[in-house]
């Protein structure tokens, strides 16, 4: 069974231009979470979409964004990129409902510079 | 909201050897999961282990158990027969029923396993 994939690995940017990274959920997962993992900061969640539709989002401003397409996978797009965004974003997928749904499967990042 | 504390920023052992990792978290939700994940330096997230806070009995998957004390909130890992390939961070992290918030983490544990 595929895992979570995510494109592209590396993505180098300048101050102020938009960065758009995809991810690609395990076959049968209907949820998607997606995180930031910048240096000294650890582990922030930013987004999670279910079902096509964005639920929730973490501590971050709107520049940040993103969707969910009808075959599950999902996209974030960052705006006005500013040098702090620089980091390794994850995106994670689950089964929505069940028991089970609560387990992520993390796919393996995009390591986004911003110069 | 709730916090994940891990107090432990680096941890070493040899090879074959038993070691335990450290979580506390705070939390006034009743209904929720914790989880240990593991981040090898190839930086794939992979989830270790699983615990409903529902479940008195503690989680164990292989060599790896968890030490559930719900009233302290504590949540600890302990890694039996240790190996090479366990070197990697493992962050302690919380989510409460229902998913919304995504996942909390801990700051994480660097474990090196000497050989």
């Known amino acids: 069974e595929a895992g979570v994939t995510q494109s592209p690995t590396h993505l180098i940017k300048t101050r102020g231009q938009q960065a758009t990274l995809r991810c690609s959920p395990i076959?049968?997962?209907?949820?998607v979470y997606w995180y930031q993992q910048a240096l000294g900061l650890g582990l922030q969640f930013l987004l999670w979409y279910d079902e096509g539709e964005e639920r929730n989002r973490g501590n971050f401003p709107p520049r940040f964004s993103g969707r969910q397409f009808p075959n599950y996978s999902s996209e974030l797009n960052v705006n006005a990129l500013e040098l702090e965004d620089s980091a390794l974003y994850l995106c994670?997928?689950?089964?929505?409902?069940?028991?089970?749904?609560?387990?992520?499967?993390f796919g393996p990042g995009t390591r986004l510079t911003v110069t | 909201a709730q916090t994940v504390t891990q107090s432990q920023p680096e941890m070493s052992v040899q090879e074959a050897e038993t070691v335990t990792l450290s979580c506390t978290y705070d939390t006034s939700e009743s209904n929720y999961y914790l989880f240990w994940y593991k981040q090898p330096p190839s930086r794939q997230m992979i989830l270790v282990i699983r615990q409903e806070a529902y479940k008195q009995q503690n989680a164990t998957e292989n060599r790896f158990s968890v030490n559930f004390q719900k009233a302290a909130k504590s949540f600890s890992l302990k890694i039996s027969d240790s190996q090479l390939g366990d070197t990697a961070m493992y962050f302690c992290a919380f989510m409460k029923r229902g998913g919304a918030d995504g996942l909390t983490f801990g700051k994480g544990t660097h474990l090196i396993i000497q050989p």
């Open positions: 076959s049968g997962h209907t949820s």
């Open positions: 994670a997928s689950s089964l929505a409902g069940g028991d089970r749904s609560y387990e992520q499967y």
